[in-house]
C-alpha cells in the first residue's frame, strides 16, 4: 500500500532524511517511531505531498508522492499532530467543508455526515462551534473528518498525544473497528508504547535513517528486553534531542530564499 | 482551474466572516470616523478647484481606504490558518494551490467590495449624486481594487511564518499605500517627490477613477488608470499563485 525507496530530504546541508526504505502492506497497522527530531514528521509530511522529497521515491495507493499529488490525497486521511479544524465554524461545517473539498457527490454528502458524526459520538455537538469543544473532541471530529472521503490509508501523527486514558482508549475503539469493517491500513506515529505494541510493525527512524524494521514482539527478543520501551531506548540511545524551532527575525523570514 | 474548490474556499470566507458580526461594525467604524472627522476637520482649509467640498473630495478615498484593509485583513488570514492548523487542511486535500488562491482572491474580494460599499452609501449624506451609472462604475472599480489588493495580501502572507510580523506589514505597506494614493490630498502642488510617489502607487489610480465617476473630477486620464488598474490585478493574481505555490503548512 505503500512502498518507499531511498527516500532523501534535505534542507541545505542538513539531511533530514538519508535515503530510507520499507513497505507497507494493505491492511497493516505500521509504526513508526523515533526520538524528536530524527525524521519521523519530514517522512510523514513527504508521504502526504506537504513537502517534495530531495531524492528517492515513494508512492502511496500505488500513486507516486512527487508527481501523482492529487491522485495521493485522495487516496489518503490525515490526522495531524496539531488540530486542523477551522475553530469558528461549527462541527458539521467542518466536516461539510471536507466533504466538498474532497468531491463527495452531493447525495451521498449529507449521509456521510450523520454517520461520521455518529461515529464519534458527536451528533449532539453537530451544530456547536469548534472552539467550543475540548482537545478530545477536536480529535474525535478530525478523525471523523479524515475518513469522510474513504480513504485507503490513514495516516496518524500522534493522533492521541495529550489526551487523557478515556479518550485515548475511544479512540484505538473507533480505529480497530474502522479496519475490521473497511481493511484501513494505517500509518501511525507515536511516543506511546502501549500503542507501538498494538502495531504490526514497527520501523524505528533515528538520525534520518530506519534502524530498525521488526514486528513488536520479535523487536523485544532480539534486544532482549522485557518492554518496548526499553528496546527503544536501548536502540536509539539515553540522550534527549531537543528539536531546532525555525529561527527568524521577521525581515529574514520574509526575504528568505527557499530551497526547493 | 477547478470551480468547485474555488467555491467552498469562497464560501467558507464568507461564514465566517458574516457570522462575526462585530467584525463588520469594526472594520466600518474606521473609514466613517474617518470620513467624518477628517473630512469636516480638514473642511475650512480645503479649497477644490470647482467647488467641490473636502468631505466630497475625500468620500471616494475612504471608500478605497475601507477596501484596501479589508482585502488585506482578509488574506492576512492565510497566517491565521497557518497558526490554527487550518491551513494544512486546506493545501493535502486534492485541489490545485491555484484554485486555493483565487478563492481565496474572490473572498477578498467579495468582502472589501461589501465594506467599500458601507461608505458608498453615506455618499448623499455629504451631497453627492449616486446615479446608477456611478453606482455601476464604482463597483467596478472596486472589485478591480479589491482584487489586487487581495491579491497582494495572499503573497504577503504566503511568504509569513507568523503573527509577529504582522505590525510591520501594516506600518510599512499597508498604510503608505493608503497615504500615498491621493486619498486625502489632491495632486496639485505637491513637491516632486511626494507627487512621484503618488503617481508610482497602483492604488492612486483605483481612488481616481473612483473619484471620477462620483466628482466627474480626473487627474489621470480614465483610461490610463483602467490600464494600470488591469495590469496591476495581473500581475498581483500571479505573485499570489506564484508565492503561495511556494508555501508549505
Not at chain 2, 491551513?87 to 486535500?93: F, I, R
Not at chain 2, 492604488?203 to 488608470?225: K, N, W
Amino acid at each position: 500500500m505503500i512502498t518507499v525507496e531511498n527516500l532523501q530530504k534535505s534542507y541545505g546541508a542538513i539531511q533530514a532524511v538519508r535515503g530510507i526504505s520499507f513497505e507497507v502492506k494493505p491492511g497493516e497497522l505500521f509504526g513508526f517511531l523515533g526520538p524528536n527530531g530524527a525524521g519521523k514528521t519530514t517522512t510523514v509530511k513527504m508521504l502526504c505531498t506537504l513537502l517534495k522529497p530531495t531524492g528517492g521515491k515513494a508512492t502511496v495507493a500505488g500513486f507516486d508522492v512527487a508527481r501523482q499529488r492529487n491522485e495521493v490525497r485522495r487516496a489518503i486521511g490525515i490526522v495531524f499532530q496539531d488540530p486542523s479544524l477551522d475553530d469558528q465554524l461549527t462541527a458539521v461545517e467542518n466536516l461539510r467543508f471536507h466533504a466538498m473539498i474532497y468531491k463527495v457527490p452531493r447525495a451521498e454528502r449529507e449521509r456521510r455526515l450523520e454517520e461520521a458524526l455518529a461515529l464519534v459520538d458527536l451528533k449532539e455537538k453537530a451544530n456547536a462551534i469548534v472552539k467550543t469543544f475540548s482537545g478530545g473532541m477536536k480529535r474525535r471530529l478530525e478523525l471523523a473528518r479524515s475518513l469522510m472521503h474513504r480513504p485507503a490509508v490513514l495516516f496518524l501523527d500522534e493522533p492521541t498525544l495529550g489526551l487523557d486514558p478515556q479518550t485515548r482508549r475511544r479512540i484505538w475503539d473507533f480505529l480497530r473497528d474502522l479496519r475490521r469493517a473497511h481493511g484501513l491500513t494505517l500509518f501511525l506515529t507515536t511516543h506511546y508504547m502501549e500503542e507501538a505494541e498494538a502495531c504490526d510493525r514497527i520501523a524505528i527512524i533515528d538520525h534520518g535513517n530506519i534502524v530498525v524494521l521488526e514486528t513488536p514482539q520479535r523487536l523485544k527478543e532480539r534486544y532482549h528486553q522485557k518492554t518496548l520501551e526499553d528496546a527503544f531506548v536501548q536502540i536509539t540511545g539515553r540522550t534527549i534531542r531537543d528539536e531546532e524551532a525555525q529561527d527568524g527575525s521577521l525581515m529574514r523570514t520574509f526575504f528568505r530564499r527557499r530551497s526547493r | 482551474m477547478d470551480l468547485q474548490a474555488v467555491c467552498v474556499i469562497w464560501l467558507r470566507d464568507m461564514k465566517r466572516f458574516f457570522r462575526d458580526r462585530t467584525q463588520i461594525v469594526v472594520g466600518s467604524i474606521r473609514p466613517i470616523t474617518w470620513l467624518f472627522f477628517m473630512g469636516y476637520g480638514l473642511s475650512p482649509s480645503f479649497r477644490g478647484p470647482t467647488g467641490t467640498q473636502y468631505t466630497q473630495f475625500v468620500l471616494p478615498g475612504i471608500v478605497i481606504m475601507a477596501v484596501l484593509f479589508t482585502a488585506i485583513q482578509s488574506a492576512i488570514g492565510i497566517i491565521w490558518d497557518r497558526e490554527f492548523g487550518f491551513l494544512k487542511e486546506v493545501l493535502v486535500a486534492p485541489i490545485s494551490r491555484s484554485s486555493i488562491v483565487i478563492g481565496k482572491a474572490m473572498g477578498g474580494t467579495t468582502l472589501s467590495v461589501f465594506q467599500g460599499a458601507i461608505v458608498l452609501v453615506l455618499a448623499p449624506l455629504m451631497h453627492i449624486h449616486l446615479s446608477v451609472l456611478s453606482c455601476v462604475e464604482s463597483f467596478a472599480v472596486m472589485t478591480g481594487v479589491s482584487f489586487s489588493l487581495s491579491s497582494l495580501g495572499i503573497t504577503i502572507a504566503s511568504r509569513m511564518r507568523s503573527f509577529e510580523g504582522f505590525g510591520a506589514i501594516m506600518n510599512f505597506i499597508v498604510m503608505p499605500l493608503f497615504l500615498l494614493s491621493g486619498a486625502l490630498f489632491p495632486l496639485r502642488g505637491l513637491p516632486p517627490w511626494l507627487y512621484w510617489c503618488v503617481r508610482l502607487n497602483p492604488v492612486s489610480y483605483g481612488v481616481d477613477l473612483l473619484r471620477g465617476s462620483l466628482l466627474h473630477e480626473t487627474q489621470y486620464s480614465p483610461a490610463l488608470s483602467v490600464g494600470v488598474l488591469a495590469g496591476f490585478a495581473i500581475l498581483m493574481i500571479a505573485s499570489a499563485v506564484w508565492q503561495f505555490n511556494e508555501t508549505d503548512a
